[in-house]
């Protein structure tokens, strides 16, 4: 710690800021919610553990601790009990069961990135409040055993994060350390060789319990539902969290994570996934690549805090540090775009690809906040600044020539038997960016009305340099943008439960490159959006239930699209506009039952474009259609209905069943489109999952606290394809597996 203090110093904080951080913790999962002397004694906070599936409290969407009753805008959270009963070993797993959100874009192969939409818009994950940010094939991954709770904001949130997606984000809240002792021991193992042994540690470290510790860790490996491709991580995340007063706490995050092995990222064409072939099905089993060539070697450490203060009942003051690092190393053989499936339906030509990528990035992130009243208005105001550095260097190389990347027989592949690459690096790149953002909220409360206003700036800069190594050219550009981001909420409680609420709220996010010269070869505008929201939240009286239901309509801005005066230019006319209806409920009641059931209807469509679209079939020989107008068409991947129900039964005390839980849930994710002129129909698909766990003490009484779970996905071993993006690309969707989970507390 005397090495940290003057680092702390300088970075703003008054000397007494060492120690925080909490929220009421149950010591033992599923069992009995145990006390902890926090910072806010006796209140819930936004990160705090969950028990059940209704969490009442988020900081997401605000950055205070605010009832999800009086936050105006799409809120979900995703509690631990939920992740632990389904069995969710990513981050796709952990949000199948959300509204608004297509999981699993990229199927059972691409594991190596977290890829989903939301309201059709691909959004970032932030970790603990704070961006991650990662650079091509070093993207950040945060494994499920290290996580709390996941929370869900759907909508814009600029006004608190700065530039980010119209679609919303999603926070990660890491476990931190409890006062009281939890200590758990997990062993997982199932399909395709799947193997998972878990260790996480928590209690106080001294008799006064001012300083607490925790160590979550974790190995894994499997081989994956892809022909010879395996997976392989191991982490460790220590924390301390240090309370030298009940009015100060630090509590200290740490990370290293390796991915030795980090799967594959391949596809398969639509002829014999979606569409027919005459040789057949393709497996779904099948990828693109080769073991002998394609591999992820990915390293991740991170190093912050997260510090609080309270100085009296008025004034709080927080700061959020992260320092992380992400590296990888990568090469891929792929099956190329374009006509590069064989007239015969099963030679497809290849591409070779890789990377080395090196990425930091330094968050910071100071709140004031301020609870006071002025005549019958009460306040909790919120001033704070943020700031970001990051940097990435890449070495990036590829190549279509057959003489490196041999094609491939899609129904009788031969693996390391053709020569591959050498890959050859073709250009070096470097990027730093740079971001500053000033916010101010005000959430004010008179009688039944919350009403919630917002504002911020942003100032960003991005230095781009890029080398070619052929031809020693460079090259260097720089962008500047700034943008002023918007939000309004209004929520009335009733005595009843019920809770309609409105809101509009804006985003902007930045997008490189550059006009036509000849339009003065000025840097692009961020792209901004707008939503308006209308909803109603529901929670009964005297239960541990909340309904929620959404009607929305967003359109995101400044798209860039064809500069028609200026080949090869683009301009920034284009919107793309999505609309929509979220409903969902969730309960956990008394008498032993939890429920998670979602809708969405989704109606995106690109309403502003000058540009042009493309049939092309992917087949050799076959025609290549142009000139279709882009203007009208919904974009690629996005379904236009998503359903999802899950429910767990606890057979209580008194039944004979007594230590048996039993679950299942059903998900549903209607049609997408394919391809970007909307001729390729990728068909929609209905899944089943179940689980049933045991209490081991109720038979033996020396395994007390020890619970064996089965899990199994998919249950009817659908066979679907989860989407495409061209005729070339499709990517299939996971077959049934089977999880058993061994999870013992001692």
Known sequence: MPTLLPAIL???????????????????????????????????????????YVAEVSSTATKTDTPLLETPQSLSVVTRDQIEAQAAQNLNGILRYTPGIAADTRGAIALRLDQFSMRGFSVPTFLDGMRQFGGRDANPSVDFYRLERVDVLRGPPSVVYGQSSPGGLVNLVSKRPTAEPYRELLLQGGSYGTFRAGLDLSGALNADRTVLGRVVGSYYRSDTQIERVEEERYFIAPSLTLRPTGHTSITLLGLYQRDPWGGAYGSVPAYGSVLGNPNGRIPRERWDGDPNFDRLDR?????????????????????????????????????????????????????????????????????????????????????????????????????????????????????????????????????????????????????????????????????????????????????????????????????????????????????????????????????????????????????????????????????????????????????????????????????????????????????????????????????????????????????????????????????????????????YVGASWGDTANTLRVPDYTLVDLMARYDLGQVIPGLRDTQLQLNVTNLFDTRYVSTCNTYSWCWYGFGRSVIATLRQQF
């Open 299 to 667: 390293t991740q450490w991170q190093l912050g805090y997260l510090a609080e203060h309270r100085f009296d009942d008025t004034f709080t003051l927080r700061q959020n540090l992260r320092y992380a690092h992400s590296d990888g190393y990568y090469r891929q053989l792929y099956g190329t775009q374009g006509l590069t499936l064989g007239r015969d339906y099963r030679t497809m030509q290849r591409g070779i690809t890789g990377t080395d990528v090196d990425h930091d990035t330094l968050t910071l992130d100071t709140q004031l906040q301020s609870r006071f009243e002025t005549g019958p208005l009460r306040h909790t105001l919120l001033t704070g600044i943020d700031y970001y550095t990051n940097r990435n260097r890449t070495f990036s190389g590829s190549s279509s020539s057959a003489a490196l990347a041999p094609s491939y027989d899609l129904f009788a592949p031969s693996f390391g038997t053709a020569r591959i690459g050498p890959l050859t690096y073709q250009t070096w790149s470097r990027q730093v960016q740079d971001s500053l953002g000033l916010y101010a909220q005000d959430q004010i409360r008179i009688g039944r009305v919350a009403l919630q206003l917002g504002g911020r700036y942003d100032w960003y800069n991005a230095n781009t340099r890029n080398l070619t190594f052929a031809t020693g050219a460079r090259t260097s550009t720089d962008q500047d943008a700034g943008a002023f981001t918007g939000r309004v909420g209004i929520v009335y409680l009733f005595d009843s439960g019920f809770a309609p609420y409105y809101s509009y709220a804006e985003s902007f996010e930045p997008q490189a490159g550059t006009f036509a010269p000849a339009r003065g070869g000025g840097p692009f505008e961020p792209t901004t959006g707008q939503q308006h929201e209308i909803g109603l939240r529901y929670q009964p009286p005297g239960t541990n239930a909340l309904f929620s239901a959404a009607l929305y309509d967003l359109r995101r801005q400044n798209v860039l699209t064809a500069d028609t005066a200026n080949l090869n230019y683009s301009v920034q006319t284009g919107e793309v506009r999505s609309r929509g209806i979220e409903v969902e409920a969730k309960t956990s009641l008394a008498a032993g039952l939890d429920l998670a059931a979602s809708f969405s209807y989704l109606d995106n469509e690109v309403t502003g474009s000058n540009s042009t679209v493309s049939i092309n079939r992917g087949l050799a020989g076959t025609t290549v259609v142009t000139g279709i107008p882009e203007k009208g068409k919904t974009p690629v991947g996005v379904p236009n209905w998503l359903a999802s129900a899950w429910a767990s039964y606890r057979f209580q005390p008194e039944a004979r069943l007594h230590g048996l839980a039993l679950g299942g849930g059903i998900r």
């Open 10 to 52: 300088a970075l703003g904080l008054p000397t007494g800021l060492l120690a925080q951080e909490g929220g009421d913790r149950e010591a033992a999962r599923g069992t009995v919610a145990l006390p902890e002397v926090n910072v806010n004694a006796g209140a819930l906070q936004g990160h705090s553990p969950v028990r059940g």
